[in-house]
């Protein structure tokens, strides 16, 4: 679906847009959280919160201005929306963003305050969508798929551009997955650059969309969704994606919501880093064992996204 030529392209097209988000090492510690080297991307200080600007961004300048004119439309569980809203911003131009209703009341109130229009509707993404395919179809909208757009994960690969360029030495990488854009995005790139790096995938309990279809060995539905982490919730991805994350990702692990939330509130207390439930999943992989790294090992763990959640 896409190469690392997409990625670095996207990397020069979004470059005056986006932040190069920082990568630190983690250390002194109040009590050891893993043996192996740690190092945290902080995709917390993307604009708008989250990766998400990477590949709205990009996907907003691979459009040509005629494209645009009538607005942008999406359906996100938040992060994406916010990413969306800003592109609508820097095209200038109206952004309508679906939401579903486990959406967190901060990320509503952060949408509006990006002036766009916020439809609350669906239990999970899915649902939503189609109202936002609906809309977008009856209005000649542009439509932003939030993961299953080549653009955007191109966008999002860029992401892995840097954490490799920051930690040459990595071994492994942990990821959250929603839909499977950025896992996508970031795998296709670290495989191009270094393919002995191994890449494992979270996903909540509530929500295993991509462990459920590979271990079918196709995509398959959910039958339901309860995770609370609307970022991360997700019944069922595009096969374009799966067949990406089958090709790329090493591994998917399974954790609970609270698994994310306490590590969410570990960032805040430890490193200062407010990050949502997302962007706390990789090191909650760490916190509950899930995964396990000898010292000698250098494990990059992205915090893909910012959130009050952090300081709760």
């Known amino acids: 679906m896409i ?26 510690l109040s009590a050891p959280l893993t043996p192996a080297k740690l190092s945290l991307k902080l995709e917390n200080l993307q604009a708008t919160g989250s990766f998400k600007a990477r590949g709205a961004t990009n996907k907003l300048l691979s459009l040509p201005p005629e494209a645009l004119q009538r607005g942008i439309v999406t359906a996100s569980g938040g992060n ?23 959406i967190t009341a ?17 239990k999970v993404w899915n649902e939503t969508n189609l109202h936002a395919l609906a809309f977008a179809e009856a209005n000649d909208v542009a439509y932003f798929h939030p993961f299953a757009d080549a653009a955007v994960m191109a966008g999002q690969g860029t992401a892995a551009l840097e954490l490799l360029a920051d930690v040459p030495d990595l071994d ?16 296709v790139a670290i495989k191009a650059l270094k393919p002995s790096v191994t890449i494992i995938g979270i996903e909540p309990v509530g929500s295993p969309t991509l462990k459920a279809s590979l271990d079918a060995g196709r995509v398959v539905r959910l039958p339901e969704v309860t995770s609370r982490i609307a970022t991360m919730s997700c019944a069922e991805t595009d096969p374009a994606v799966f067949d990406v994350v089958r090709s790329v990702v ?28 997302s962007g706390a999943a990789a090191v909650a992989a760490l ?18 996204g910012a959130g009050p959640e952090g300081v709760a």
């Not at 901060?106 to 669906?122: C, F, M, P, S, Y």
């Not at 954790?255 to 200062?272: C, T, Y």
């Not at 916190?287 to 992205?302: D, E, K």
Request: proline share 2%.
């Open 172 to 187: 492994v990488v942990l990821v959250a997955i929603g839909g499977g854009g950025l896992v996508s995005g970031m795998g």
């Open 3 to 28: 190469t690392l030529a997409d990625i670095n392209a996207a990397a020069t097209r979004i470059a005056p847009h986006v932040r190069r988000t920082p990568t630190i090492e983690v250390r002194a």
């Open 106 to 122: 901060a990320k509503v109130e952060k949408l509006k305050r990006w002036g766009a229009t916020v439809e609350i509707i669906g």
């Open 80 to 102: 994406h929306g916010l990413a969306v809203a800003r592109a609508a911003k820097l095209a200038g131009v109206k952004a309508t963003i679906y939401v579903p209703e486990n």
């Open 287 to 304: 916190m509950t064992g899930r995964v396990g790294y000898a010292a000698g090992t250098s494990v990059g763990a992205l915090v893909c």
């Open 250 to 277: 090493d591994d998917v692990v399974l954790l609970s919501d609270d698994d994310m939330l306490e590590a969410s509130r570990w960032l805040w207390f430890e490193l200062g880093i407010a990050a949502d439930l």
